[in-house]
């Protein structure tokens, strides 16, 4: 059974992640109006990812007594300047996530919740292959500049990386 504490930090998480999911949906988006549709197609599959981890801790509320909870999200942005600037974002995005799944790692053994605890540990390595892609990308985006020519290699190179972020266990 969860306590009080620990069914609020979750759900604050399961916020985290479908705000992650629209940021990423957005980012797609605008990618696929400028016919990248290799950086489309991954931040398409990115925004899925972030539903499935949403809907991993939706579950994990549910199954442990509580009650998970669905809250409004502010609209992301529709433009992202560069991709530059995208990958950019991305990546100081993945490391507000793993800062915030930390906090809730601290938090559940403050309230010695070993279960949530143990849990959570997904998460986390989870944060440390994002935020490693989200760097590989941004080291690959800062080697290209400005290069057109580059840019249309990396949009389909950009799709390779998808099958990298398979989930670390098979859970
Ligand atoms: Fe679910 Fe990318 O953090």
């Not at 059974?1 to 992650?20: F, G, P, R």
């Not at 799709?159 to 972020?165: A, E, H, P, V, Y």
């Amino acid at each position: 059974m969860l306590s009080k504490i620990i069914e609020d930090a979750l759900n604050k998480q399961v916020t985290v992640e479908a705000a992650s999911s629209q940021v990423y949906l957005a980012m797609a988006s605008w990618a696929e109006t400028l016919g990248f549709e290799g950086v489309a197609t991954f931040m398409y599959a990115h925004s899925d990812e972030e539903r499935e981890h949403m809907l991993k801790l939706v579950k994990f509320i549910n199954e442990r007594g509580g009650h998970a909870k669905v809250s409004l999200l502010e609209a992301p942005p529709a433009e992202f300047g560069s991709f530059k600037e995208m990958f950019e974002n991305l990546f100081e995005h993945e490391v507000k996530v793993s800062k915030s799944i930390n906090d809730l790692v601290d938090i559940t053994l403050k309230q010695k919740d070993y279960a949530t605890h143990n849990f959570l540990q997904w998460y986390v390595s989870e944060q440390i292959e994002e935020e490693a892609l989200a760097r590989n990308i941004l080291d690959k985006i800062n080697l290209i500049g400005d290069d057109k020519g580059g840019l249309y290699l990396f949009d389909n190179d950009v799709k390779r990386l998808i099958g990298s972020q398979a989930e670390p266990d098979s859970n």
